[in-house]
């Protein structure tokens, strides 16, 4: 498994949490849903960037440039499926169907460990 540069990961981590603060609700299959709703992702540009209240159906553009770990980083599913893809396409999986918390896939690229709800369960 690749691992890209930590420090770029840590940053996209902070993004995601201010992120997160200014849209409390999380979204799932779109980058933003109403005023208050944004996915993983979407709470990572909000984080460099201002947007408009009202973002739905809008796209974060270019956000691999400022992370470049999102597209030169191969991870593998942390929460146990046999998926390994780019960074960006493991927190979109994440966020999208295991319903992680982005507050949980911030943790996540800190270093931290899967939520408990995502660990597979003791005999």
């Known amino acids: 498994m690749v691992r890209g540069n930590i420090h770029d990961e840590h940053e996209l981590a902070e993004a995601i949490r ?5 849209r409390p609700q999380q979204a799932y299959g779109n ?3 109403g005023r208050r709703s944004s996915c993983a992702l979407g709470a990572a540009y909000e984080g460099m960037h201002w947007l408009p209240a009202e973002a739905e159906g809008q796209r974060p553009k270019h956000l691999e ?5 999102l597209e030169n980083t191969i991870r593998r599913c942390p929460a146990g499926c046999k998926k390994q893809l780019p960074l960006a396409a493991i927190i979109v999986h994440l966020n999208d169907d295991h319903q992680w918390s982005r507050e949980d896939i911030a943790s996540w690229l800190n270093g931290g460990p899967p ?3 995502a660990e597979a369960p003791q005999p």
């Open 18 to 22: 201010l992120g997160a603060l200014r």
């Open 31 to 33: 980058y933003y849903e």
């Open 65 to 69: 440039r400022l992370f470049d770990c």
């Open 115 to 117: 939520p408990a709800q």
